[in-house]
């Protein structure tokens, strides 16, 4: 408590909840925040009793997993002050079926809404560290060998039965 900052990971805050929920931060910065992205994870629950004044919120990796992923890092920043209403609410009116929908997501996150600040400064590599040598991509198709693909089909098949039966693998 008497400490001017803390500086910790993610796991050490998820063990010792109860001791760093109880201080009054000024201010809350997460660092590759990918981390705590999962609505049901002890980690995200968490970063989301921490009591700070103004919290910030970093990461390098896109997301990439679903909307959800967007909705639980934002609810952790700023719970509520999107008007998204709860995760199933904002799962329904943004769809990956609806892009026009998804364009205006994007939209209000990058450029905000009316007076308000935009909550997300997006910054892409070229723009930002333009000394870096131009990326080049050299794709070579190949076939998996025989036996990999057999076990590859294998794997599949045991799978897709796996879940016909209700087995949850």
């Known amino acids: 408590r008497s400490a001017t900052w803390v ?7 998820r063990d010792h ?3 760093l929920a109880s201080i009054p931060f000024s201010c809350i910065i997460f660092d590759e925040m990918q981390k705590i992205k999962s609505i049901k994870s002890m980690m995200t629950q968490t970063a989301q009793s921490l009591n700070g004044e103004f919290i910030v919120g970093l990461t390098g990796t896109p997301i990439e997993n679903s909307l959800a992923d967007i909705w639980t890092l ?3 920043l700023m719970p509520g002050a999107l008007g998204w209403g ?3 609410s904002f799962v329904t009116n943004f769809t990956m079926d609806e892009p026009d929908r998804l364009k205006e997501l994007k939209a209000l996150l990058q450029n905000g809404e009316g007076d308000k600040a935009p909550p997300m400064l997006r910054r892409m ?3 930002v560290a333009t ?5 080049i991509e050299n794709v070579l198709d190949v076939e998996m060998p025989k036996e990999q693909a057999d076990q590859y089909q294998l794997a ?3 799978g897709v039965n796996a879940k016909k ?5």
Do not use: C, I, N
Request: charged share 40%; net charge positive.
């Open 7 to 13: 500086l910790t990971t993610y796991e050490t805050m």
């Open 17 to 19: 909840h109860m001791s």
């Open 74 to 76: 934002f609810d952790t």
């Open 86 to 88: 709860d995760l199933k």
């Open 125 to 127: 590599k070229h723009e």
């Open 131 to 135: 000394d870096l040598p131009k990326k």
């Open 156 to 158: 599949v098949s045991l």
């Open 165 to 169: 039966k209700g087995d949850k693998r």
